[in-house]
T-cell receptor, first 112, second 112 residues
Framework: SQQGEEDPQALSIQEGENATMNCSYK?????LQWYRQNSGRGLVHLIL?????REKHSGRLRVTLDTSKKSSSLLITASRAADTASYFC????????????FGTGTRLLVSP | DGGITQSPKYLFRKEGQNVTLSCEQN?????MYWYRQDPGQGLRLIYY???????QKGDIAEGYSVSREKKESFPLTVTSAQKNPTAFYLC???????????FGPGTRLTVL
């Protein structure tokens, strides 16, 4: 079962613009992670935010977490064509939080 | 070169045949995971293993089997009981006390 949904399902922007993706989840978490997937490839970890954190930055990435609303957002600033990919949020789950449950993903297209 | 490898990259199978997908890691990670991804969708967990000689079913284990005889290896067998096996299969590992999963490049399985 998938933990939550991502919004929007697809996003198309121009280079230099900012891209914002949202993720909602259903149960209590220890942490939430964002991953990136280029077409036909494996996933690459981008950033992890713990349940006691509200905001985290990594380069051009900014992640926020609102545990009261069970939601997170990923902001990519000054986007580049190379940012074109699918982006997934994942929350830890299961006994001992050993599993990850992935959202449905946002497909981002950045045009030159 | 540390990492996680999957082979083959592409696999074609006739209906009624079992096939085994390889996943190897040299990251010294204890935990390993198998996911299935269908077009335009997120990842769904098939099986996972937290330690050698032990594994647990994920959300969609029916029609699949795994073994974990060595720390480095976690092969997935897609059996003829899996009704709709055509998909992209991703293997991941986790270890060192971190929550991040590291993904292989994936195997695309097509049933002819």
């Amino acid at each position: 079962s998938q933990q939550g949904e991502e919004d929007p399902q697809a996003l198309s922007i121009q280079e230099g613009e900012n891209a914002t993706m949202n993720c909602s989840y259903k149960t209590s978490i220890n942490n939430l992670q964002w991953y990136r997937q280029n077409s036909g490839r494996g996933l690459v970890h981008l950033i992890l935010i713990r349940s006691n954190e509200r905001e985290k930055h990594s380069g051009r990435l900014r992640v926020t977490l609102d545990t009261s609303k069970k939601s997170s957002s990923l902001l990519i600033t000054a986007s580049r064509a190379a940012d074109t990919a699918s982006y997934f949020c994942a929350t830890d789950a299961g006994v001992g939080f050993q599993k990850l449950v992935f959202g449905t993903g946002t497909r981002l297209l950045v045009s030159p | 070169d540390g990492g996680i490898t999957q082979s083959p990259k592409y696999l074609f199978r006739k209906e009624g045949q079992n096939v085994t997908l390889s996943c190897e890691q040299n990251l010294n990670h204890d935990a390993m995971y198998w996911y299935r991804q269908d077009p335009g969708q997120g990842l769904r967990l098939i099986y996972y293993s937290q330690i050698v000689n032990d594994f647990q079913k994920g959300d969609i284990a029916e029609g699949y089997s795994v073994s974990r005889e060595k720390k480095e290896s976690f092969p997935l067998t897609v059996t003829s009981a899996q009704k709709n096996p055509t998909a992209f299969y991703l293997c991941a590992s986790k270890g060192g006390g971190a929550d991040t999963q590291y993904f292989g490049p994936g195997t695309r399985l097509t049933v002819l």
